[in-house]
């Protein structure tokens, strides 16, 4: 037996295109705010944190490692294990512990960035 099958119009996905865009601009201008700070207070200009890759980047120098090796995040598996590993050291540079690093710095990363962008937490680069 033949199901039938729902045609949906143009004006429906065009409606859908524009509210999930609008999500995303919301989510990447709230995660860029919480950047900006986390920037700001790791002594680097906060307005780097605008950049879509620049941002990635400036991450992995946070973490005390050279930004070149922010291109790791281009191969796939490497690419989640090094993301884990940079928010485990980002997290360590601002004292926080490796658990907490993983959950809200990199699981979660939105949250756990507006906590140490706002919250009183003092960057010392990792060793």
Known sequence: MLEAQT???GADLTSLYTTS??????WYVLVAVALWRVFDKAGYPGILAIIPIVNIFILVKIA???AWLG???LIPIVGWVFSIVVAVRVGKG????GAWSFFL?????????????FGKSVYT???
């Open 64 to 66: 005390g490692y050279s």
């Open 105 to 117: 710095l990199w699981l979660i990363a939105f949250v756990g960035y507006f906590i140490i962008g």
């Open 21 to 26: 865009g609008f999500f995303a601009l919301i």
């Open 94 to 97: 601002f004292g926080k512990g």
């Open 7 to 9: 045609i949906t119009s």
């Open 71 to 73: 291109l790791l995040y």
């Open 125 to 127: 680069k990792p060793a």
